[in-house]
């Protein structure tokens, strides 16, 4: 793409944001879709993020993959990170952070379908790799029994990025808790870092250790809108220490706020949720 078409295509990606903060989604989907398809690089991400969410198009795994593989060939390592995460979703769909959490398996059915667990690791690693994610190289190699590379990812990811999470799974690993307290007085300010430390030790059964800290992460947003991910994160820790009646009035706060962000996959996968253990 020469640099006319690409000034050309990223004015129409521009005019895209602008209907799509005027709410005439409509228009900004058409707009985002020529945008991508003249080959303009932030287009085909955020395309790739409109599949992948469900926001102004239907939830589509294949062309979520299709626009977000088109944007990590034309380099962008957000689009690499994306892509790892997906399939690392298809492979441990139940271990994944909130943020990324797409366990439904209609929408995951199309790809998981073609491609054998080996493949899936593989894909998931080689993407985190390009993105430069130690983090998630570590969780990777952690899963895989690679407990000596999966050291080195944290530790990397500790001492570059400061991670908090590298941190917890160093405790993990371990059992050191010194980890645990290095990774804790990391979490900060940010809200997110409690809510995914609080997500990781449910993941891990450790309900009542989690609980003070998604508790602390919702009481640190300060905003109107609580994100749907810390709603779902609480109900999960309470049903782990079955207080059930609690976690079914958060599960239905965490579906309010999906359909408030119109997220109609994790609409679903939330509704699932409250089905399968209420209902």
């Excluded at 209609?106 to 994610?133: E, G, M, V, W």
């Amino acid at each position: 793409m020469n640099k006319r078409q690409s000034k050309k295509m990223k004015n129409v990606y521009s005019q895209s944001s602008v209907q799509y903060h005027s709410s005439n989604f409509k228009e900004a989907t058409r707009l985002l879709i020529r945008s991508a398809q003249g080959g303009y690089r932030p287009a085909m991400l955020t395309l790739g993020r409109a599949y992948y969410w469900g926001n102004g198009v239907p939830s589509n795994v294949d062309k979520a993959i299709f626009w977000f593989q088109r944007a990590a060939d034309k380099g962008s390592r957000s689009a690499h990170f994306r892509l790892g995460l997906i399939y690392y979703a298809m492979l441990a769909p139940n271990k994944v952070l909130p943020s990324v959490d797409k366990s439904n398996e209609n929408f995951l059915k199309p790809q998981r379908k073609q491609l054998s667990a080996q493949q899936l690791r593989t894909l998931a690693y080689d993407h985190f790799c390009i993105a430069h994610k130690p983090l998630w190289m570590g969780i990777m190699n952690y899963e895989a029994g690679k407990e000596e590379r999966a050291y080195d990812n944290f530790m990397f990811a500790y001492e570059k990025n400061a991670d908090p999470l590298s941190a917890l799974y160093l405790w993990r690993m371990t059992k050191d808790s010194k980890w645990y307290e290095r990774g804790e007085n990391l979490l900060g300010d940010n809200a997110k870092n409690w809510n995914d430390w609080a997500y990781m030790l449910w993941v891990w059964g450790e309900y009542a250790k989690a609980l003070p800290y998604i508790e602390k992460a919702l009481s640190m947003e300060t905003t109107n809108e609580i994100p749907p991910t810390f709603w779902d994160t609480y109900a999960e820790c309470l049903c782990g220490l079955g207080r059930m009646q609690e976690a079914e009035q958060m599960f239905r706060k965490s579906l309010e706020a999906y359909r408030k962000r119109n997220d109609s996959l994790m609409s679903y996968v939330t509704l699932t949720k409250i089905q399968q253990r209420f209902q």
